[in-house]
């Protein structure tokens, strides 16, 4: 799960997949593209949104994006062009750019829509951002289910 800072969609979608799938043998991790916030818990509003829904984020650390996640990752979800872009600007082989997907593709193939980043907004935009979030990890859920 890729995003900017990794201390708010991010975060959020690492946990809510890793919740959805604790009884599947599955590795769920996030990372940022931007070196911003590296070492740093999660936003508190996504903490407190993660938590609203029974959910621990809080031991989560931000880290940065690099090439060696694309050895050691099957699928890369991002979740805007942006994150996209920096993403696919460190792929070096065919094999690297098809792991990178936006997330909200999941719910609406195609369309390339963004989980709009709720960094500089209110409190609504953490709620929008968790369910689109918790929708899309539900198919990649199923997603996982039907391929293991
Ligand atoms: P995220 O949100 O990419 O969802 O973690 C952001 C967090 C921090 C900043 C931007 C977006 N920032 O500019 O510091």
Known sequence: MVCLG???RSPLA???LA???KELDVFVDSAGTSSYHIGQAPDPRSQCIAKK??????NQKARHFQYSDFESFDIIYVMDSSNHNNVIALAKTETDR???KLILNEIKPE???PVLDPYF???QGFETA???LDQACEIIKTNIENEL
């Open 111 to 113: 369309m390339n829509s």
């Open 130 to 132: 968790y369910q689109l």
């Open 53 to 58: 829904y029974g959910i621990d984020i809080s």
């Open 121 to 123: 907004g209110g409190d």
């Open 6 to 8: 990794n201390i708010c």
């Open 19 to 21: 919740n959805k799938c």
């Open 98 to 100: 098809e792991k990178v």
């Open 14 to 16: 690492e946990g809510i």
